[in-house]
């Protein structure tokens, strides 16, 4: 099994930024890559951005590129957000997610363990 804890998020005015921390317990040897997903009231959850292990290629929504940033610490089994530019509609759980599968990467049926999820605001 794979732990995962979300940390950094709060509440934000529109405009600002936040950097949100992922850290892995547990069998992480058994993951190729992490992701990040958000969910937004109502909403269904959603692909925000990715990065794969092996030669770190990163992945994102394509209407969160040039905002939204990941990065990863494999051999401490860290994965960050940075974002920037933060809108009211940016609200959402973000949750972080450990890819042990062959799936797509934009897809959650590659991810295989989550974390409980950090709550991200945006004020107007």
């Known amino acids: 099994q794979v732990q995962l804890v979300e940390s950094g998020g709060g509440l934000v005015q529109a405009g600002g930024s936040l950097r949100l921390s992922c850290a892995a317990s547990?069998?992480?040897?058994?993951?190729?890559?992490m992701g990040w997903f958000r969910q937004a009231p109502g909403k269904e959850r959603e692909f925000v951005a990715a990065?794969?292990?092996?030669?770190?290629?990163?992945y994102y929504a394509d209407s969160l590129k040039g905002r939204f940033t990941i990065s990863g610490e494999y051999a401490k089994n860290l994965v960050f957000l940075q974002m920037n530019s933060l809108k009211p509609e940016d609200t959402a759980v973000y949750y972080c997610?450990?890819?042990?599968?062959?799936?797509?990467?934009?897809?959650?049926?590659?991810?295989?363990?989550w974390g409980q999820g950090t709550q991200v605001t945006v004020s107007s």
């Open positions: 997610a450990a890819r042990t599968g062959a799936q797509l990467i934009r897809s959650q049926a590659a991810y295989a363990y």
């Open positions: 547990g069998r992480t040897f058994s993951t190729n890559g």
């Open positions: 990065i794969r292990w092996s030669g770190g290629n990163t």
